[in-house]
């Protein structure tokens, strides 16, 4: 009989956690003109985002490339999974560098500095270039204890995820005196993180984590020691039907509410949402959106000016060839939505001049936005056809603009 009721508990809990894919969409979307309606948002009359843009790393031929009169966008290295933070007195953006396509063995971490965020320096590397069967993908920039750290999760073979992967979180700190980055330590076995932890009240820190098979954790901890964590189970892949979590981001709100959002890979084009009131060690079942998103990375930051704002592709329709701005209020709804005008590239370098119309705006795709607000502007930092990094500025005057329309 007890086990029967254990049995009987348990598929009951299943049964709601299907059927909830299946309910009304959660309302965290409701603009002018088309109200809470995302098929009737009209994407070409959006309101538009100037700004000023700057490449960080050029696109360039990797070290199996054709020659230049057939090069073409696999050619070229990978440049993706971009993160800014402002420390020290200056700009430092991360990113993920591998010979080819996307998380190939022997893809590095590299990094590169701007004291105004438009110039930036020769890129170096953090990690150094592994060994092949092994890489890395950049996970974050970590400010903690006031050390820079950069966060990268190494593993084996092609791709973080599926069998036999080795995949850990691990940190590198730098080094003002060497000008170097060193090896500082693991901070969790089975782990990808999607941005830098964030502070808890309690003093704690708190980073999301997928392991190698998808599913989603909250890790809490990495106060008393680097690799000191708690896991917190959010949601597993194929728990809710239909629904593939990724890329889940978090963001507190001023009663400690937690609110998460997730790209989803389950052919939705929405995102999905989850909030936790105990400080990340319990959730709600994730529930669908009508948030539009073209199943690609989102960024959420809280600004000095009281508005969230949130980056994104949110056409589904163009894919990732456009990229928006979102923002809102309460850090519950988003009222307005606009298009971040980025503009055409410099010309690349010569290696690769035949291509250079595919990094037309309009046509190439911009993907792997991550925001930071420095002296008035957001600067988003972002991958073009992931070989290019670039950074899009844009002035908070202009964003706070959109809820006075």
Known sequence: MKLFLILAIALSSFA??????????????DLPGSGTHPAAIDYANLPRLNGTAAVVNHAAPGPYART?????????????????????GKFWCIWSDGPKVEDEPTQEIKYATSKDGVTWSAAKSVTGTPAAPYAFIARGLWVRDGELLALGAHYKGKGAFGADKELQLQAFVWNEKSGQWKFRGKLYDDAINNFAPQPLPS???IVTRRDSRFNVTM????????????????????????????????WMQ????LQALFRDNGGSSRLFHSTSTDQGRTWAVPALTNFPNATSKIFSLQTSRGFRVLVLNANPKVSRRELHLAVSEDGKTFTRLALLEVPTPPPVPESVSRIQHKFRAGISTLQYPHVIEQDGRLLIALSRLKTQIEV???????????LKK
Do not use: C
């Open 392 to 402: 899009f500025s844009v002035s908070l005057d202009n964003v706070a603009a959109l």
């Open 16 to 29: 709601v956690r299907h059927a909830s894919f299946a309910e009304s969409p959660v309302t965290i979307l």
């Open 254 to 257: 001023p009663d400690h509410t």
């Open 219 to 250: 890790m809490i901890g990495g106060r008393r020691a680097l690799d000191d964590w708690q896991t917190f189970p959010v949601v597993q892949i194929g728990e809710l039907k239909g629904f593939r979590p990724d890329e889940p981001i978090i």
């Open 203 to 205: 003093g704690d820190w």
């Open 68 to 88: 230049p009169d057939k090069i073409d966008l696999l050619d070229l290295r990978l440049n993706l999974h971009n993160y800014l933070v402002h420390h020290d």
